[in-house]
């Protein structure tokens, strides 16, 4: 409306038409985003493609001497090159978009005045430029547009890059209480031979399948956009102080490498329902040990649960973390199998069709608490902890009992000297 308000004024309204903002105009529409980052981004790149597309119609009117069949192929060649940034440069694609359709507006418009005629070209109200004038006409106009969305993105109140990158990492962490709280009932059911037949849509194992995949599903798209929210930080006009960019890329990687072990947990997981539905009773003295130790066995945790929905909380209403906080400690797969057998881990044994099922439990249980453990620490670091301890001062110290009477001596004399004057006044 800022733009469109001058069509709207009786005395404005040639000005409008014949100068073409109508340009301007569609440009606040495309150019806006959300974020500040994500805008300054976006408009650094129209700007840019629309500069190419400026120079490059120069070079492809003028480098075949202005003749109609040169210029078309000039143009063709352009047009294939510029759709190769969209293509291998995906990030950058509104450059290679934003240069073919300027170029091919200019071009078309030179090309379509020649073959009609300057009268009907300009019978819609709109001036007549040559192709000199038209191509920086278009960038002025481009970048006037970007302007008015500039202003309008940081005021009357910017939306920052930090502040939807904090909410969408706690929302990411309490999403992360939640897969693993999944995966927790999935080996659960697994262990207990509870999930029944998974072909049926009522059975326990496929809704707890169903949760598992749309939760997962929502957790990647989750860190596609703190990956990105995260690379628009350096756009961003630092406003308030530098923000900690690097304590959230590790604490982002920490949830990705979570997941990934978590679902390598519930995939490995699997091995541990057939053999459980091995009933025949066949087996060697190893796999009939793993079957003991899986009947008893504690993968996963609810404290990690607990855990990962603290540090939600933590980062989202940034507020400090509870005092002493500690991680689980990882279940000891090994000192198990050997109090069972010491000779269950030999190479010998590999085999076996549950051995692989054992080190990848082993291994991503190991992993998943390391990480969280990892997290924990880059939380705290960046939102704190609550600190409810008393410190106690020793006063056996000479210097602090030196500097106490050297900072009471005063005291004492001008209270004497006071009485004394209190006397002096009585009497």
Known sequence: MTIAVIAFLHPTQDFFTKQRLVWAMIMVNLSMSPTSGQSIFSFVLRIIGTTIAMVCSLLIWYIPDQKTPGIIVFLFIFVSIGFYVPIKLFRFRVVGLISVVTTTMIIGYELSVRKVGKEVATSNGQAYYPIYELAPY????????????????????????????????????????????????????????????????????????????????KQMLMLAGLRTYSGFLTWEVPIGGRFPKEQYDSIILCVENIVSYLSLLGYASDTLMRVNDDDDGSGSAWMHDFRRLVATAKVTTHEVTSLLCLLSASITNRQPLPPYLKTPRPYSFSKRLEALDKDILSIKHIAEPGFAAFAVLQISTRCIVGDVERLMWHVKGLVGELDFSFHAVSTTDARISQSRMTSRAPSRVSINETQAADRDKTD
């Open 138 to 217: 278009r960038l002025a106009a481009v970048s006037g547009g970007i302007f008015v969305a500039f202003i309008w993105t940081f005021f009357p109140y910017p939306i920052s890059e930090h502040s939807v990158l904090r909410q969408s990492l706690g929302a990411s962490l309490y999403l992360l209480a939640n897969y693993y709280s999944i995966i927790h009932e999935t080996l659960s059911a697994r262990i207990r031979g509870d999930e029944g037949d998974t072909s049926l849509k009522t059975s326990a194992g496929r809704k707890l399948e169903k949760a598992r995949h749309k939760v997962f599903s």
